[in-house]
């Protein structure tokens, strides 16, 4: 499952605050920085800094801000790929891919809920001159709104329906959770079907229906923002609702126009004398652009050069640029996208130079462009038991890239334990992947819930790291000799000073041997204990625990905690030392907990029934046999390894010979079974748990001649196949007490 929270990324983003100027009742007239359009790297200070950015070959033209451009492209599924490129260097932004999207306002990307920005009413505003800047979104729909035109990084105009349901031109501005407007002074009052320009230089271009039901015509007019009201109109034939095409300059307004018969054209009039005029660009089949520089129009089509026309004198420039769109940005110059015979193909930027003539210069080279680095597909499982897939665990990130490494950090919640490794590209595709063999630092790691980190980074550093947060449930059947809950058997050990240790095993047989993972010391003085005996589960806790009896014969329990360590022992009870034998940990009575027989003075054999109480984990003893037991000086519960009804316990008499007893599963057992004899050369023999993962519980042997691991066979005419181990190897006469 994903993980909602492992620990910091990484990465950092970089927070910048945004004084936002309120706009309200006297505010100055004058441009407030909200609206004040950003500037944008120059033509020449771009290639100062070196190559140029890559325009992505393939793909459509979006729209030019004034520090970069937006070009989108269709994935295989048919979703739509929207990407920001700065001019002035840097990774590429993968943006959402939106149902529609505009640009204005220096460089503000306007991502919307519908395919025509006219029927925005869900927005989500994109400062990309500060990409690391918070998203703010504005819901238009909540005050009957629809957007018209983006004024700053945190405000738009909208066409709102008031109470009595007129439209109204409002700014709506969200600063923090909070969200007001204001309304347009000086439209006409039955204005509707708003459009706007890109906003810049404190103003805004809107266009607008007027007028009689019957006969309705159009308007134009100059918004100043920060004063709430317009400030020049013009008349027009019609709205132009649905044509676009609005734009301003310091000397003129234009907007577009289709008339059949004539085609597409652009009215432009004079700001200062008033002149209005009409260019007839082409037949509306022939999908002309046009874009306004100053006083000069920039006009063509795929079919035709782009051209600069003055609406002042008429005088005509060939650019020299062969294009097929056009976009005017808010710093007043326009952005071609074609080709050029002198330095190829790309993006354009057309400013007027200082004596007012159009210059033309390359700000984006075509070419090919490579993803930006994703993690585009996590596999990782929700959950996996390693004791049903062999102890392993395959762990994948496919990455859009594989010029990347990718480190992999996987964290047990509880613990805090983490395993780390760094992910080289593949021989080949992109899925960087490995097998996890459920080990931490050498030691099989705890069992439940990691996180599990994935950062990708490329080879070269460029760019920023890729990051993926997941959750993976770790499982494995419990071990009634496990105290550390990583379903590995842990070993017992007192030595000669009544220091008391605990040998980690490996889950699994390493090169077909038990091995041991980790040596603890657990404490010492526990020479004050004569008999020390694994448990089992005895309270129904996360992992096993172990008894021990003291020099006076009283009986205490050490409960494990599951992290190799055990909460302060609790008194069982007096009398225990009657026995000179005691066997715990094998479920003897078929109930799921784990018994304890013991034997006393006279041979005879009890049986202490677990209760599932952690504070009285014995019931009153049964006795199983009245005499006969002394003959033996070694008695293990070894669990179920004969594969009979329950567990089993293993006794081994005075001339070395051992018997197996299969338990009946109601607290007796069946006629003894020899084993075989030679088994006088072991100093103890523990009962040990699963050691080799094959679902059946396993005994050790220790002693001064060495230490054997004996693999339970399923078979009562045969249930030990013996193994040599790693264990206590030198140690034979190290210890005086293993459990």
Do not use: C
Not at 100 to 119: K, Q, R
Not at 302 to 329: H, N, Q
Not at 406 to 427: C, I, S, Y
């Amino acid at each position: 499952m994903q993980l909602r929270s492992t620990r910091a990324r990484l990465a950092t983003a970089v927070t910048v605050a945004l004084a936002v100027t309120a706009l309200g009742a006297g505010t100055p007239a004058t441009a407030p920085a909200a609206f004040a359009a950003t500037s944008a790297p120059s033509a020449a200070a771009v290639q100062a800094a070196g190559a140029l950015p890559v325009y992505p070959e393939g793909s459509d033209f979006g729209g030019a801000g004034t520090s970069g451009f937006l070009s989108y492209a269709f994935a295989p599924d048919t979703t739509r790929e929207l990407t920001w490129t700065p001019y002035a260097g840097g990774a590429a932004i993968p943006l959402q891919d939106p149902k529609g999207w505009a640009l204005g306002a220096g460089d503000v990307v306007v991502l919307g809920d519908a395919s025509w920005s006219a029927d925005f009413r869900s927005i989500t505003l994109r400062n990309m001159a500060d990409p690391a800047a918070p998203a703010v979104s504005l819901d238009l729909g909540a005050m009957q709104g629809n957007y018209v035109a983006v004024l700053s990084p945190t405000s738009v105009l909208a066409q709102v329906i008031n109470e009595v349901g007129r439209a109204e031109l409002r700014v709506v501005t969200k600063d923090g959770a909070m969200t007001t407007s204001r309304k347009i002074a000086g439209l006409p009052a039955d204005a509707t079907d708003f459009f706007g320009s890109s906003a810049h230089d404190g103003r805004v271009l809107v266009g607008y229906a007027t007028g009689p039901e019957d006969a309705r015509t159009g308007g134009r007019a100059l918004v100043d923002v920060a004063a709430g009201t317009v400030t020049a109109t013009y008349a027009a034939p019609e709205s132009g609702f649905g044509y676009g095409g609005l734009d301003f300059s310091g000397t003129h307004v234009t907007w577009f126009g289709y008339e059949a018969g004539t085609g597409d054209s652009i009215t432009s009039v004079d700001r200062r004398t008033g002149e209005q005029k009409k260019t007839v660009l082409g037949a509306h089949t022939a999908k002309w652009y046009s874009a306004l520089v100053g006083e000069w129009l920039v006009h063509g089509n795929p079919e035709t050069p782009a051209k600069a026309v003055s609406l002042t004198s008429g005088e005509t420039v060939d650019l020299g640029v062969s294009a097929v769109r056009a976009s005017t940005a808010s710093d007043g110059s326009a952005v071609l996208r074609g080709s050029r015979a002198a330095d190829g193909d790309g993006l354009f930027r057309v400013t007027a130079a200082q004596d007012g003539t159009p210059t033309v210069t390359k700000v984006a080279e075509t070419g090919q462009v490579k993803p930006p680095l994703e993690i585009q597909q996590v596999h990782v499982p929700d959950s996996v038991d390693l004791d049903k897939t062999g102890g392993k665990v395959t762990l994948g990130w496919t990455l859009s890239r594989a010029d990347a490494y990718l480190d992999v950090t996987l964290t047990h919640t509880v613990t805090g334990k983490e395993f780390t490794k760094r992910l080289t590209a593949p021989a080949s595709g992109t899925l960087f992947s490995f097998d996890w063999d459920g080990v931490v630092d050498g030691v099989d790691a705890p069992n439940g819930t990691y996180g599990v980190e994935a950062e990708a980074t490329l080879v070269d550093g460029t760019g920023e790291p890729a990051y993926q947060g997941w959750s993976m449930n770790v499982l494995r059947a419990a071990d009634p000799h496990d105290y550390t809950n990583n379903g590995s058997t842990d070993v017992l050990a007192r030595d000669a000073s009544g220091v008391l240790w605990r040998d980690d095993l490996r889950d699994r047989p390493v090169n077909g041997q038990v091995t041991p993972a980790k040596r603890t010391k657990l404490g010492a003085g526990f020479q004050a204990y004569n008999a020390i005996e694994a448990a089992g589960n005895l309270a129904g806790g996360p992992a096993g625990d172990f008894v021990a009896r003291d020099t006076a014969g009283v009986l205490w329990s050490f409960l494990g905690k599951g992290d190799g360590t055990f909460v302060a022992r609790t008194k069982v009870g007096p009398g225990w030392g009657a026995y000179n034998k005691i066997a715990a940990g094998s479920d003897l009575t078929g109930d799921g907990r784990p018994d304890l027989v013991a034997v006393d003075g006279a041979g005879a054999l009890w049986l202490h029934k677990a209760t599932g109480k952690w504070d009285a984990p014995y019931a009153a003893r049964v006795r199983l046999a009245s005499a006969g037991f002394n003959t033996y000086n070694q008695i293990a519960a070894v669990g179920d390894v004969a594969g009979t009804a329950a567990g089993d316990v293993v006794a081994r008499d005075t001339a070395g010979v051992l018997w197996l007893f299969p338990g009946k599963g109601d607290g007796t057992f069946a006629p003894r079974v020899r084993i075989g004899g030679g088994w006088g050369v072991f100093s103890q023999l523990v009962g040990a748990g699963d050691l080799d993962n094959d679902g059946r519980p396993d005994l050790i042997g220790y002693g001064s001649g060495g230490t054997y691991v004996y693999h339970s066979t399923g078979s009562v005419d045969a249930p030990f196949s013996r193994r040599t181990t790693s264990l206590y190897a030198g140690e034979g006469t190290t210890f005086n007490s293993i459990a």
